[in-house]
């Protein structure tokens, strides 16, 4: 069955201290992939996407993600966190060439220590 | 460009009754989803449309209606609303780039 996982349900990290959040997905092919960022009490923001190309992408706010295909995954990553990142992060997907349906994971909440 | 905007805010609902979400974007997007939002469960779909006239089914349709008529909005109907129904609403638009998302509504089914 087509789905993303997001295996940590919860990430607490440091501020300044370097970030990854992980996101695998099972698609028959290569699918478009987003990270997604909710503030609390907002809606989601797009942080970056990949559709092709460099296997890095570069998003907002510092963020940037790496797809593998051989790992079916796409993780977020940030050098440095500052404290205004704590927010849950989604990952998803959409089909290629299909009709577009975004599927979400089920997010990562990320807590920062001062 | 107001983006994707959504009404109402807030609503508390009875259990039974029934009522319409409205989306509206003014940015042209052909498509145009809803989704609902429940702790923990991240976001499911709801419907989907890839212009107007067409809709689709997504993960969770039932219970819901949708229409559009126009390129601009996308409302979500409830009939009949049960307490499951409880839940944080999102409509998103797109042009296949990375959605767009509303600011939510929140509907407590009681």
């Known amino acids: 069955a087509q789905s993303v996982t997001q295996p940590d349900i919860h990430i607490t990290v440091s501020e300044g201290a370097s970030l990854e959040l992980r996101c695998n997905y099972s698609?028959?092919?290569?699918?478009?992939l987003f990270w997604y960022v909710q503030s609390p009490g907002q809606g989601l923001q797009l942080l970056l996407k990949?559709?092709?190309?460099?296997?890095l992408v570069q998003g907002i706010k510092g963020f940037e993600a790496e797809f593998k295909r051989s790992q079916s995954s796409f993780n977020l990553r940030k050098p440095s966190v500052h404290w205004s990142d704590a927010a849950e992060y989604f990952c998803?997907?959409?089909?290629?060439?299909?009709?577009?349906?975004?599927?979400f994971g089920k997010g990562t909440r990320l807590h920062i220590l001062p | 460009n107001a983006g994707v905007t959504q009404t109402p805010k807030f609503r508390i609902l009875k259990i039974g009754q029934s009522m319409t979400l409205q989306c509206t974007q003014d940015?042209?997007?052909?498509?145009m989803y809803w989704y609902r939002q429940d702790p923990g469960m991240g976001l499911k779909l709801i419907y989907y449309?890839?212009?107007?006239?067409?809709?689709d089914k997504g993960e969770v349709p039932n219970g819901y209606n949708v229409s559009r008529s126009t390129t601009e909005d996308f409302p979500l109907r409830l009939e009949l609303a049960a307490p499951s129904q409880t839940s944080v609403y999102f409509c998103?638009?797109?042009?296949?780039?990375?959605?767009?998302f509303g600011p939510g509504t929140r509907l407590t089914v009681t």
């Open positions: 998103a638009s797109s042009t296949g780039q990375g959605a767009f």
């Open positions: 698609y028959g092919a290569t699918p478009y």
């Open positions: 990949y559709f092709s190309g460099d296997t």
């Open positions: 998803a997907v959409a089909l290629r060439g299909g009709d577009d349906k975004i599927i």
């Open positions: 940015m042209n997007h052909n498509y």
């Open positions: 449309s890839v212009g107007a006239g067409i809709t």
